[in-house]
């Protein structure tokens, strides 16, 4: 049985496994503000894409740094949660290459590349059209548990 899923694409993270990482992802409204979609995820992986809007775009006409960066990093947070184990980000960061303009088609894939104890790395590359626009670096930790919001 298939569950509609704001930002999972039919078929993508169905396996009793990514329990958690369905749970994440549907309480993530800031990936589904943008109209995120994830297309793919495996142990160590995500792909997705995301449409950049004419409220996403700056004075220069191209698309607002914050926007991709947010994109990259809802990439980055379903591979590194992908392996079944609550992370979090510790550090990341983000290299602009090229420009994206409204109406483009922005596609994003993570890989995890290294991860050892309880941290990892995970690289996230943007592009449009298969030319990359950005690449994203990201440190994770695992967490023993779920951050409480100390307001609530």
Not at 46 to 64: D, L, V
């Amino acid at each position: 049985m298939t569950t509609e899923h704001p930002i999972l694409a039919p078929g993508v993270a169905e396996g009793p496994e990514f329990t958690h990482v369905r749970t994440m992802f549907d309480g993530d409204r800031a990936t589904a503000e943008i109209g995120a979609k994830i297309t793919a995820l495996d142990a160590g992986t995500c792909e997705g894409h995301f449409t950049i809007r004419p409220e996403m775009c700056n004075g220069h006409g191209t698309a607002q740094g914050g926007y991709l960066y947010m994109f990259a990093d809802s990439i980055f947070a379903g591979a590194c949660n992908s392996g079944g184990d609550l992370a979090v980000a510790a550090h990341n960061s983000i290299h602009y290459i090229a420009p994206a303009f409204e109406g483009d088609v922005v596609d994003g894939v993570g890989i995890t590349r290294q991860a050892w104890g309880r941290n990892g790395v995970v690289d996230v590359t943007l592009s449009i059209k298969g030319k990359p626009i950005a690449e994203f670096r990201g440190t994770f930790r695992v967490l023993p548990s779920k951050p409480q919001n100390r307001n609530a």
